[in-house]
């Protein structure tokens, strides 16, 4: 296992002792709106400062980029950690058991490491660039789907773009008949962790932030699997706007997803 590999799994089961010890008693959680509809609790924030810790431990000129604090250390260095420490927080403190933490590392802008682990399941997935991706010692692979018939389909509705929801529900009416069914997790990066499994066949997503897919895009890499844009190039970084699986699911669901782009999600 790659050194670095190795202190991004332990900063992860790190963060998931936090995690999981407040779920022993969610009612004592401090939480504070963030956003239209985004929610931030005092457990992101000590799951995020457990993660910095560990890998500054090993790493102390290495700078993080992280959801709820930002841009943390060296923001100059070639090695940059990508962390979401509770991925799925309103799943947590509603009690819903899927959530999970996210961390990448990327080395000169090209992620290198990645981590998703479900402290509920004990479900670690991982992947080193070029070294394929792994649940827990297992190697993972998208599926084989030659088309989208019969295939199982992860979304997210844009609660935190409703400008988009006229759209979106042309894109979701156009898949349905497809498809043979569709889950909505409230967890981007174990979505993307599940295409990389081979428990989805796709997944795409309107306006997701990095920390939400750097870890996700290596795995579903590693796995065989592709991710673009919605007009299928390669802006997915920027615009958050993502479509993943193998190369054939991917190609039919953009058939699906182009003809109703607006020009905001085309760019």
């Excluded at 969610?26 to 509809?37: F, R």
């Excluded at 996210?102 to 070294?131: H, M, Y």
């Amino acid at each position: 296992m790659h050194p670095m590999l190795n202190i991004a799994i332990r900063a992860a089961r790190s963060a998931g002792k936090i995690i999981m010890q407040g779920t022993e008693q969610l009612d004592k959680v401090e939480t504070q709106q963030k956003g239209v509809n985004g929610l931030v609790t005092s457990i992101d924030i000590a799951a995020e400062e457990a993660i910095i810790a560990v890998v500054r431990k090993s790493y102390p000129d290495h700078g993080f980029i992280c959801e709820e604090s930002g841009v943390q250390g060296n923001a100059k260095s070639e090695y940059q950690w990508i962390v979401d420490p509770l991925d799925g927080t309103t799943n947590y403190i509603k009690g819903i058991p899927h959530f999970c933490v996210s961390i990448a590392l990327k080395v000169n802008g090209k992620t290198e490491q990645a981590v998703v682990f479900d402290p509920i399941r004990d479900e670690l997935f991982s992947a080193t660039r070029g070294q394929g991706s792994q649940f827990n010692t297992y190697r993972t692979r998208a599926t084989k789907a030659k088309d989208l018939k019969g295939t199982v389909i992860g979304v997210a509705f844009p609660f935190n773009s409703p400008s988009y929801k006229a759209t979106y529900l042309s894109i979701f009416n156009e898949v349905y008949d497809d498809i043979a069914s569709i889950r909505q997790s409230g967890s981007p990066a174990l979505d993307l962790a599940y295409v990389a499994a081979g428990r989805l066949d796709g997944y795409f997503e309107i306006g997701l932030k990095p920390w939400n897919t750097a870890a996700g895009e290596l795995l579903v890499k590693e796995s065989g699997a592709i991710i673009t844009d919605f007009t299928g190039g390669h802006g997915y970084v920027a615009t958050g706007n993502i479509v993943t699986g193998n190369p054939k699911v991917v190609k039919a669901l953009l058939s699906k997803i182009r003809p109703h782009l607006t020009p905001a999600l085309s760019r």
